[in-house]
């Protein structure tokens, strides 16, 4: 046995794939929801169950309820219910079937959902995908006197349906709407980034050291550490070398000087004396 029921029809804004969850209730239950709008589609799953003891309170695994995923670019849907017994076997506790969209979490079954008789009157919330307009980013951004995207803000092509989604850029929060609805976000303050010193920049923020402290200054790199001034740099150590070659070639150049010029006074003391001659 099967039966259908038509449920919703929506002309602009489809419904979110994202955040929607087609649930079924029952135990004795294949239901599957069909519908197009962007495009046509069907999804559906099975819930079975012998007794109301092999059911778990809060899960939708299959046993007394069961989910699936909404596709993308829907704007309409129908559901259709089938059973396998006629719930002739779980009649005594579970007499209908249900099934419904709903806001992915809004929902949590419970076992009496399989024999209350007024689950049928419940309302569960459900999330559509808001947009601007049919325009796509590019055309919009063509039409600047009906551009909805005010400061510090960006425009997005959505995912899901037409139009065009507008967003606060990155360092700011707030309403993309609305002019000056995008404020600043003052990272030092909320994210506290730094180890040393955070200044906030409209989007942005930038760490530094106090003097006599080196690296990033960010709490996730380098962060801050004492400057060692004993520790020679590669400069300072090429230098000192430099320096030292230096020395010590000018000390062996004044030496053997100094062994040449002792060398000839050897030598003329040598030859004058023998000679009678004054050195």
């Known amino acids: 046995m099967s039966y259908s029921l038509n449920l919703m029809r929506l002309a602009k804004f489809p419904i979110s794939y994202t955040k929607n969850k087609f649930t079924a209730v029952g135990c004795d239950t294949y239901a599957y ?12 799953c ?24 909404i596709p993308k670019e829907a704007r309409s849907y129908d ?10 076997n779980v009649l005594s506790f579970n007499p209908c079937s249900y099934g419904f969209v709903v806001e992915d979490g809004a929902y949590n079954f419970s076992v009496s959902d399989l024999y209350d008789d007024n689950f049928s009157d419940k309302k569960f919330p459900i999330i559509l995908d808001w947009t601007i307009g049919y325009q796509t980013c590019q055309e919009a951004k063509n039409d600047p006197e009906n551009y909805a995207c005010k400061e510090n803000s960006y425009c997005e092509d959505p995912e899901n ?37 955070c200044q ?13 402290f080196d690296g990033d200054g960010r709490k996730n790199g380098t962060g801050c550490h004492p400057i060692n ?41 040598k030859y004058f004396q023998p000679n009678g001659g004054n050195l």
Do not use: W
Not at 33 to 44: A, I, K, L, P
Not at 79 to 88: L, R, Y
Not at 164 to 190: A, R, T, W
């Open 33 to 44: 929801v069909e519908g197009s709008g962007g495009h046509n589609y069907s999804t559906g």
């Open 46 to 69: 099975l819930t079975f169950c012998n007794d109301t003891a092999d059911v778990i309170n809060g899960s939708c695994s299959g046993i007394g309820c069961c989910q699936a995923a």
């Open 79 to 88: 559901i259709s219910f089938g059973t396998v017994n006629q719930h002739s």
């Open 161 to 197: 349906g037409t139009g065009y989604l507008c967003k606060c850029l990155d360092g700011f929060k707030g309403n993309p709407y609305l002019s000056h609805g995008c404020q600043d976000v003052d990272e030092c303050e909320i994210l506290k980034p730094c180890s040393g010193i």
């Open 200 to 212: 906030n920049f409209p989007g942005s923020y930038n760490c530094s050291c106090r003097e006599g």
């Open 229 to 269: 001034n004993n520790k020679s740099s590669p400069v300072n150590i090429f230098l000192a070398i430099g320096i030292g070659f230096l020395a010590l070639l000018l000390g062996i150049t004044l030496l053997f000087l100094m062994v040449k010029q002792r060398q000839l006074a050897n030598l003329r003391e």
